[in-house]
């Protein structure tokens, strides 16, 4: 068994084709057909069987799947660890995510530095939900992820904090609360809350929050993104409580304004998480190292 007939298997299983396996990977069909016979004769069984819809998996080719990708990107990893200990440089892909709020305020920094320090570096990034991320994590569809979180203790990965994130809770400019010297839990009751969706930590330890405070305020909207949150804030529309990194800019050009909001520490970090399983890449390192050069409070 070697990678080129897990990769043609994978391809077969994929496109559900041998003839548009063999296209795409460049080889002729009975060159695909010869690496499926070795892979099943190795395992002494049937991993695939052809159908009136097209080739499909047997039930011993399902339980090669994830093993298979394992092999492979464990595979990748170990070529891009050797070459880049070989070169004395962080190079090799990588598969990061991050939530909407990271992607926009603190990664675009430590991306651009990484395309200037190490351009052997290529990163595959997508954005994401926490649970996603995790799961991504997990299966090993991702290296690493980005998360804006409460400390996380997360069973099979390796969490690292990289820098506390405060909220800044705002509203709009000339709101009755911004007068106030401070604000108590009673101020809320005439007032309407803007929330993140629900599986969103920065919601989650909020709300929290508020029902310390003894706080009942008189309704609330859910949005999914802080983008547009800030935007209804803007029009009047209530108060909610964003990561600081994301409303400077607004504070500073007074489109929005930050409330005397109780002295609070709402225990939230960027933090960079792994498979413990898998080995930190010279190239997943050199990303770590960097976002930590660049976000530690100087």
């Known amino acids: 068994m070697d990678s080129r007939q897990l990769r043609t298997f994978l391809e077969i299983s994929r496109l559900g084709s041998f003839t548009r396996a063999a296209a795409h990977l460049g080889y002729a069909q009975s060159t695909v057909t010869a690496q499926v016979k070795a892979l099943e004769s190795e395992f002494g069984t049937r991993l695939l069987e052809r159908g009136t819809r097209g ?18 990107r464990r595979t990748e990893d170990a070529r891009a660890h050797v070459r880049s200990l070989g070169a004395n440089a962080a190079a090799g892909e990588l598969r990061v995510g991050a939530p909407e709020t990271l992607c926009a305020y603190r990664l675009p920094a430590v991306l651009r530095m990484i395309a200037a320090r190490h351009p052997g570096i290529r990163i595959s990034f997508r954005p994401g939900a926490r649970a996603d991320l995790l799961d991504d994590l997990a299966s090993g569809a991702l290296d690493a992820a980005f998360l804006l979180e409460p400390r996380l203790h997360a069973g099979p990965m390796l969490v690292e904090a990289l820098v506390p994130e405060p909220l800044t809770v705002i509203a709009a400019p000339g709101h009755p609360l911004a007068a106030l010297p401070e604000i108590h839990g009673e101020d809320l009751d005439a007032e309407t809350v803007l929330l993140l969706d629900p599986s969103c930590a920065q919601r989650t330890v909020f709300e929290r929050h508020l029902a310390d405070l003894g706080a009942r305020y008189r309704s609330s909207m859910e949005f999914t993104s802080v983008e547009a949150v800030k935007r209804c804030v803007g029009a009047g529309l209530g108060i909610a409580a964003v990561p600081a990194i994301a409303v400077d800019d607004e504070l500073r050009r007074g489109d929005l304004v930050a409330l005397p909001w109780p002295a609070h520490d709402f225990g939230l970090f960027s933090q960079i998480a792994r498979h413990r399983d898998r080995s930190a890449t010279p190239a997943l390192t050199a990303l770590t190292e960097t976002a930590k050069e660049l976000w530690t409070p100087s």
């Open 55 to 72: 080739v499909g998996l047997t039930a011993a080719g399902s339980a090669l799947i994830r093993h298979a990708e394992d092999i492979l």
